[in-house]
C-alpha cells in the first residue's frame, strides 16, 4: 500500500523558513519522481517543485524559485522542501505526491494528507 505522510507545516512569521517532510513508503521511491504542491485557500492547487529521481534534476515555480529548495534521502525514503523567505502567498495546504509519467506530463497518482503552513506576523 503507498503512503505519504507530509509534516512539518506550522505557523511561521513573514521572512522565516521551515523544513517540510513527506515520509513515503509502499513503492520503489529511489526511481519515483516526487512532486511538492500547494493549495491556497480559494484558490486552485498549485505544482511548486519537483524531483526527478531518473535525471536528478529538480524543477520549480517561479512562485517559489530561489526559496525552495526540494530534495530525496532515498535511504530514509524522505522527500523534504526547505521553506525559506515565507511571505503571506505561501499560506496554503502542502502536499507531496507520487507521479507517473504519461500524455507526456507527469500526473500525481498518489498524495499525502497534506500539511498547513501559515506565513503570519
Known amino acids: 500500500e503507498v503512503q505519504l505522510v507530509e509534516s512539518g507545516g506550522g505557523l511561521v512569521q513573514p521572512g522565516g523558513s521551515l523544513r517540510l517532510s513527506c515520509a513515503a513508503s509502499?513503492?520503489?521511491?529511489?526511481?519515483?519522481?516526487m512532486t511538492w504542491h500547494r493549495q491556497a485557500p480559494g484558490k486552485a492547487l498549485e505544482w511548486i517543485s519537483r524531483y526527478d529521481s531518473i535525471s536528478g534534476r529538480t524543477y520549480y515555480a517561479d512562485s517559489v524559485k530561489g526559496r525552495f529548495t526540494i530534495s530525496k534521502n532515498n535511504a530514509k525514503n524522505m522527500l523534504y522542501l526547505e521553506l525559506a523567505d515565507l511571505n503571506t502567498d505561501d499560506t496554503a495546504m502542502y502536499y507531496c505526491?507520487?507521479?507517473?509519467?504519461?500524455?507526456?506530463?507527469?500526473?500525481?497518482?498518489?498524495w499525502g494528507q497534506g500539511t498547513q503552513v501559515t506565513v503570519s506576523s
Open positions: 505526491s507520487q507521479d507517473v509519467y504519461y500524455d507526456n506530463k507527469w500526473n500525481p497518482a498518489y
Open positions: 509502499g513503492f520503489d521511491f529511489s526511481r519515483s519522481t
